[in-house]
């Protein structure tokens, strides 16, 4: 496991894109246009909350979180997508990147007047991150989705989620 110490996250700014797009052409070697999509994404906020990882001056992953359904009382989030870079994959970088910004999130929804209520995950239903998910956020397979977009994928869903 990286050291906690070691990992810096923060909120995803254009100055990142570059590295973070890196990180998700390696991760996410089905997708296309790394950069488009990460920069679509940062520019959805406040839809769209985006952090990255970084070990010492190097972009190690990213989250993407996005509310569901329109600004509500009670918020959906989901985790749209995370990615660590495969030299750092097996070293809780996933946790530590779920673990530093969801409750961040929450205060960002407070400020919306808003208050966390579920987070959705969909994943492919082979994703060993199913695990994370799980063990992190107390996430659930709900349902399952054949051949969605390059294998089956399941919809996890925590509920009644404490932050």
């Not at 089905?30 to 950069?35: D, I």
């Not at 987070?119 to 989705?145: F, K, P, S, W």
């Amino acid at each position: 496991m990286q050291s906690e110490r070691d990992v810096s996250v923060k909120e995803m700014q254009e100055v990142d894109l570059e590295a973070a797009a890196e990180v998700h052409r390696l991760a996410f070697i089905r997708q296309q246009h790394s950069l488009e999509w990460l920069e679509s994404n940062l520019k959805a906020t406040p839809k769209i909350f985006c952090y990255v990882a970084y070990a010492n001056e190097f972009c190690i992953g990213y989250i993407i979180w996005s509310q569901k359904a329109g600004f509500r009382p009670s918020a959906v989030i989901e985790l749209e997508q995370i990615a660590v870079s495969p030299s750092f994959q097996g070293r809780g970088i996933g946790k530590i990147l779920i673990t530093r910004t969801l409750p961040e999130v929450a205060v960002k929804l407070r400020g919306q007047g808003s208050v966390l209520k579920h987070i959705m995950v969909t994943t492919r239903a082979d994703n060993h991150a199913q695990r994370l998910y799980r063990n992190v956020l107390g996430a659930e397979v709900e349902a399952t989705l054949s051949n969605l977009y390059s294998a089956d994928e399941v919809i996890m869903v925590a509920r009644n989620v404490k932050t």
